[in-house]
């Protein structure tokens, strides 16, 4: 459809594949101030292999979307990564979403002159009432994002498992959601213009200006609005959330495999995580690896001018994490 229509579906499907990636873990509920001791103290890895899932999780809790960065990465390597966004070079943990590239037109269309107004006026004349047409688009794109992860090769098994479920439930979800609904509508353009008006980005190169730690702090209003937006189509993230256990599979001295599942939209969510240790901290081996690949990736674009293959679909049995 236009383009309030992609932006629409963008908002869904960006909130879902940030909160419920690689940590299992919705944003929770914006609580007003945050406790900067708190958000200060956040360290790097965890003590054990189930809390490198676990502390993210109470990170976004906590609304603390700059801790989850920080915990996720060892020092030197979240070192890495700062420096990286500031002169554009990463993106991570933005780069974790399979529409990273569609975040900064979102926040363009939603901080617009008169964007509210723009945007349900699109809503209105496009969407309202457009109930059974949304759930058969909704239906379409679980099909799209199922094809895109068969061709896409940097997903290794575990993920397209994880990920294929996630695809699985929430068009399921969707295809029943009120998602015309006028008054719904109304409200959901509302909480997604004001969190965008909050958070004050209006496109990539405020990302750049204000750095990983500010940008993720000021992200932070917009996907809690998301977050609250998806409530009122009958999808709870905090029951989500709340259903999250991890289970230690097995262990040894660097390495460890967890079993994660939880409930989303009232069905059961499964997957293996792998975690490993670094300098005596746990931390979840895809988080490191895809940190480390966006920096190398925009090494060996500079160094050859050429954007670099993806890397070949994993085709083993061992999972390699979620």
Not at 61 to 85: F, H, T
Request: glycine fraction near 8%; include cysteine.
């Amino acid at each position: 459809m236009q383009r309030f229509h992609r932006h629409y579906w963008q908002s869904f499907a960006l909130f879902l594949a940030c909160g419920l990636m690689q940590a299992c873990a919705p944003c929770a509920v914006f609580s007003g101030e945050k406790d900067k001791a708190e958000q200060a103290a956040a360290v790097h890895g965890a003590d054990s292999p189930d809390a490198a899932v676990t502390d993210l999780i109470a990170h976004l809790r906590n609304d603390d979307l700059p801790a989850i960065a920080r915990s996720a990465l060892p020092a030197e390597l979240y070192g890495q990564v700062e420096a990286a966004w500031k002169d554009g070079r990463s993106r991570w943990p933005l780069t974790e979403l399979p529409l990273d590239d569609s975040i900064p037109k979102m926040l363009t269309a939603l901080t617009q002159a008169d964007a509210e107004k723009k945007l349900q006026q699109s809503f209105a004349e496009q969407l309202s009432g457009q109930t059974r047409a949304l759930q058969d688009a909704a239906r379409g794109l679980g099909v799209f994002g199922k094809e895109y992860l068969g061709r896409e090769g940097h997903y290794n098994l575990s993920q397209r498992q994880h990920y294929t479920q996630l695809i699985d439930v929430f068009s399921s979800w969707a295809a029943g959601a009120p998602l015309g609904d006028a008054a719904r509508g109304k409200q959901s353009i509302g909480l997604l213009v004001k969190a965008a008006e909050e958070a004050d980005i209006s496109g990539d190169e405020d990302f750049s200006r204000l750095g990983l730690d500010a940008s993720l702090e000021r992200l932070t209003p917009l996907y809690v609005a998301m977050k609250q937006m998806l409530g009122l189509y009958g999808l709870d993230m905090e029951a989500t959330l709340a259903s999250v256990k991890v289970e230690t599979v097995s262990e040894t001295a660097d390495q460890a495999e967890l079993r994660v599942s939880y409930t989303l939209a009232g069905r059961p969510v499964k997957t293996l995580m792998q975690a490993v240790r670094v300098d005596g901290r746990w931390y979840l081996a895809d988080y490191l690896e895809a940190a480390r690949a966006s920096l190398a990736a925009e090494n060996t674009a500079e160094t050859t001018g050429k954007t670099p293959e993806a890397r070949p679909a994993d085709t083993s049995d061992a999972p390699a994490g979620g």
